[in-house]
């Protein structure tokens, strides 16, 4: 069972960044995909940004250019940069791990669809205007 541990949450103003980590159980040489979804007030849960096992991000539309995803592999860890914060980016944010090759859907709307089998317990974002 891969746990995964998030921090950097907060609360920001708009136009102001945060750095969420997520921690992950996992070998330091295995090469995980790993991403971050959101939960917001009224929505269902969806992605954000993912990173394959071969460090490429993708992104949802409704974040790129504002958000990066990256990994440090020897940490096991994953981060979002946020910035350009929008107080429609409130949410709870939660970090997701799979160990296989997932297939990271882009649907025609620019949502991100893909099966992670590990969650994080998620981290609260409030961004003011």
């Known amino acids: 069972q891969v746990q995964l541990v998030e921090s950097g949450g907060g609360s920001a103003q708009s136009g102001g960044s945060l750095r969420l980590s997520c921690v992950a159980s996992?070998?330091?040489?295995?090469?995980?995909?790993m991403g971050w979804y959101r939960r917001v007030p009224g929505k269902e849960r969806e992605a954000v940004a993912v990173?394959?096992?071969?460090?490429?991000?993708k992104y949802a539309d409704s974040v790129k250019g504002r958000f990066t995803i990256f990994k440090d592999n020897a940490k096991a860890t994953v981060y979002l940069q946020m910035n350009s914060l929008k107080p429609e980016d409130t949410g709870m944010y939660y970090c997701?791990?799979?160990?296989?090759?997932?297939?990271?859907?882009?649907?025609?709307?620019?949502?991100?669809?893909?099966?992670?089998?590990?969650w994080g317990q998620g981290t609260q974002v409030t961004v003011s205007s």
């Open positions: 997701a791990a799979d160990g296989r090759d997932l297939v990271v859907v882009v649907t025609p709307t620019g949502e991100l669809e893909a099966d992670f089998s590990y």
């Open positions: 996992i070998p330091t040489s295995t090469n995980y995909c």
């Open positions: 990173i394959g096992g071969d460090d490429s991000p």
